[in-house]
């Protein structure tokens, strides 16, 4: 089994620090620049040449999966996959970091100031259990033959990893999650390949619709 795993480029509600779990916003232009120089890299990775494409039913992730298909060309299919969204955490979703802390004075505090439990706090909030379970169906389906290259979100890539991994849930948690970065979980491994956006020189860079 190898996994090419991505998560979207950057959001207007990631660069406004406002938390989208279950809704969306549009990608920024260094989001879309992030897509077209990730699919780029992918085209240079032999294992990526025929493998399909999955990805988070959300906006953020398929239009970055789009983008990723048209820079790979050819016929590419591109599969939607509800077990790939990201984690909502509850009424909390589409607040500010700053207006949940308002709501919940220090639920920051602590190491990094960002403790992985806050995301399991909010009314209304997914479980980590029923979050991970989810992730979890979806691994173990990957047929260990066939190289996939998938495209998600923050929560899904940490959480997938460390199950992949066999990570304890609070090391999973505050594992990076770049956007310019490509994971390949292959043969027990996890290996990073970074990628250097170009913005300037990408067509269809502006505001996404």
């Known amino acids: 089994m190898t996994i090419l795993l991505i998560r979207h480029g950057e959001t207007e509600w ?63 299919v591109l599969r939607l996959d509800a077990r790939l969204r990201e984690h909502s955490v509850g009424v909390w979703d589409g607040l500010t970091y700053s207006e949940i802390e308002r709501q919940v004075p220090g639920i920051f505090d602590g190491d990094g100031g960002h403790p992985p439990e806050w995301y399991f706090r909010g009314p209304g909030s997914e479980s980590y259990a029923a979050f991970a379970e989810r992730i979890g169906h979806w691994l173990e389906e990957q047929d260990a033959a066939l190289p996939v290259i998938v495209v998600a979100h923050g929560l ?39 990628v250097e956006p170009q913005p300037t020189s990408l067509p269809g860079a502006g505001r996404s619709r």
């Open 156 to 194: 899904v890539s940490r959480v997938l990893r460390g199950l992949y991994a066999g990570l304890p849930p609070a090391e999973a948690l505050v594992l990076p999650v770049p956007q310019d970065r490509i994971f390949r979980l292959s043969e027990g491994r996890i290996e990073t390949f970074d």
């Open 14 to 76: 990631n660069r406004a620090r406002r938390h989208q779990g279950r809704f969306d916003s549009p990608l920024t232009a260094r989001g879309l620049a992030q897509a077209h120089a990730i699919g780029r890299r992918l085209a240079g990775l032999p294992e990526a040449i025929a493998a399909p494409i999955v990805s988070s039913p959300q906006g953020r992730a398929r239009h970055t999966a789009k983008i990723i298909c048209e820079e790979l060309g050819g016929q590419r």
